[in-house]
């Protein structure tokens, strides 16, 4: 078993193109969820419930962190 669970990395697509890694150009990635915490809340230990999260996609090749938030549809 891999990282984060997953038995191996995998290729990822951002808005119909593969993505390549900014710093190596590396094309496997590890995907992840990340809670967004804000000031307020860290302070008073209630980060869990802002409930904003993003998606980490994490370089195979050298762990640079790839942050995407959700699209809010207008």
């Given at each position: 078993m891999g990282l984060f669970g997953k038995a191996?990395?995998?290729?990822?697509d951002v808005l119909g193109r593969a993505l390549?890694?900014?710093v190596c150009h590396h094309t496997k990635f590890w995907r992840q969820t990340a809670n967004l915490h804000g000031a307020v809340s860290a302070f008073f230990?209630?980060?869990w419930l802002t409930g904003r999260k993003a998606t980490c996609i994490i370089c195979e090749r050298c762990g640079y962190i790839h942050w995407f938030m959700p699209v809010q549809e207008a």
């Open positions: 191996e990395a995998e290729s990822v390549r890694c900014e230990d209630v980060e």
